[in-house]
């Protein structure tokens, strides 16, 4: 939207041409109309611009061409339009479609969140688009499974920590991202959330490794101690 749009009027040469748009119950709507069997060329303009909100945004030229052309494009100019020749002179029909690149407006609840252990939040990327883009999240440069402009996350872990990238995508010009930064901190609440997943397993197997040196050492030094005694005896 916002740019140009040409529509061309090939092959029409019926000395009267007309440019239409259908409306919703599919009646063509006169724009702009060309008879070219005078000394000069007659262009009218036609209540149909005014019927779709094309005054002044919608002109042909008044030669054999009769290409017309439609300025600063906006949602509504999408529909059908035709160059027609009469009953003896064919048509031409052309299907506008004006469309957008995604642009994410804004995001919540802000750019950088501090959330506590065992806590939810609500991601959500604000996105204007035509047609409505594909919106994806990934955390930390991995893809989620989740898609849509809203993302929840439950029971926040430490692991939980990260950038949050949504992506919208809707085939029309580059993606847009936006990144929230979320920070984990112990829950204060219910004095839960001191360690993260890594740091409680690294702490089991930590114990582990220190119970399993003491068992050695105890059998050790039984083994030795039973050997002194064996020898004086």
């Given at each position: 939207m916002g740019r140009a749009a040409t529509l061309p009027?090939?092959?029409?040469?019926n000395v009267f041409r007309?440019?239409?748009?259908?409306?919703?119950?599919g009646t063509a709507v006169q724009l702009i109309t060309l008879y070219t069997g005078g000394s000069t060329p007659d262009l009218q303009e036609k209540a149909g611009l005014n019927t779709f909100n094309l005054r002044g945004r919608f002109t042909a030229t008044a030669d054999d061409d009769f290409?017309?052309?439609i300025t600063n494009t906006r949602a509504i100019d999408d529909g059908r339009y035709q160059c027609d020749g009469s009953s003896s002179g064919g048509s031409?029909?052309?299907?506008l479609l004006t469309y957008t690149v995604p642009v994410i407006t804004g995001v919540a609840p802000s750019d950088t969140v501090t959330q506590a252990v065992d806590s939810s939040v609500t991601l959500r990327c604000d996105v204007t688009s035509k047609p409505t883009a594909n919106v994806t999240w990934s955390h930390n440069g991995t893809l989620k499974n989740e898609t849509g402009s809203v993302l929840v996350l439950s029971n926040i872990?430490?692991?939980?920590?990260?950038?949050?990238?949504c992506t919208a995508v809707n085939g029309y010009g580059t993606e847009a991202t936006r990144t929230i930064q979320i920070t984990v901190q112990p829950n204060a609440a219910t004095g839960t959330g001191g360690l993260g997943t890594g740091a409680i397993v690294g702490i089991v197997l930590g114990v582990i490794a220190v119970v399993v040196i003491i068992v050695v050492l105890l059998v050790y030094f039984l083994i030795i101690k039973k050997s002194r005694m064996a020898c004086c005896y």
């Open positions: 009027c090939t092959g029409i040469t007309e440019w239409q748009r259908f409306d919703a119950d290409t017309a052309t031409v029909t052309h299907e872990d430490y692991d939980d920590s990260g950038d949050y990238v």
